[in-house]
């Protein structure tokens, strides 16, 4: 597998929402303008950066754990943060961003836990990385970019160290999966 460039993923996404939105992102004018949330971790981390570079007051974080068809095997992670949506979901637009889109499974419960806080009148994906092999039917609006990763492995996205705080970098790496 070649090497992935998350950064240069990242600006395609960037582009991608500026250029559909404009400075209709973040308002708080009701169905007029749409709100960001981030799927917990890596989803989170993009929409923080990305309501910075957007210029927006806030973005909303999603925690799917107790939405997920693996809860019972897994259980809840000792540190996820609870969803956080500082925005009323009943008829807004909602731009859901997460790093990496494969099965649909995760998008499926983020789906159930924004519908447990009210009813959007829509509900955009917004991707890092799409690397195929949905289960579910599912597909991103806005999309980084299409990776080829072997189904036997796990696209993470992580955080680069050495960037400074307020402008975290982002890198990908793989891992064997675990099921």
């Known amino acids: 597998m070649s090497s992935i460039d998350a950064e240069a993923l990242y600006r395609a996404l960037l582009d991608?929402?500026?250029a559909a939105y404009g400075d209709k992102l973040g308002a708080?004018?009701?169905a007029e303008g749409a709100v960001l949330a981030g799927i917990y971790s890596?989803?989170?981390?993009?929409?923080?950066?990305?309501?910075r570079d957007l210029n927006l007051a806030s973005f909303g974080v999603v925690n799917v754990a107790l939405h997920r068809d693996d809860y019972a095997k897994k259980?809840?992670?000792s540190q996820a943060s609870p969803t956080?949506?500082?925005?009323?979901v009943d008829g807004r637009r909602i731009v859901l961003v997460d790093?990496?889109?494969?099965?649909?499974?995760?998008?499926?419960?983020?789906l159930n836990e924004l519908y447990d806080y009210g009813r959007p009148a829509a509900v955009?994906?917004?991707m890092l990385a799409d690397r195929g092999g949905r289960e579910l039917p599912v597909a991103a609006r806005f999309v980084g970019?299409?990776?080829?990763v072997p189904a036997d492995a796990t696209l993470v996205l992580a955080r680069d160290e050495t960037s400074s705080a307020d402008q975290p970098r982002f890198t990908f790496h793989t891992e064997a999966r675990v099921d």
């Open 28 to 30: 708080h004018d009701g």
């Open 124 to 126: 955009e994906l917004a």
């Open 16 to 18: 991608q929402i500026r």
């Open 145 to 148: 970019g299409v990776v080829d």
């Open 84 to 88: 956080s949506l500082p925005f009323s």
């Open 42 to 51: 890596g989803g989170a981390w993009l929409a923080e950066r990305l309501a």
């Open 99 to 110: 790093d990496v889109l494969y099965t649909g499974r995760t998008i499926r419960a983020a």
């Open 75 to 77: 259980g809840l992670h």
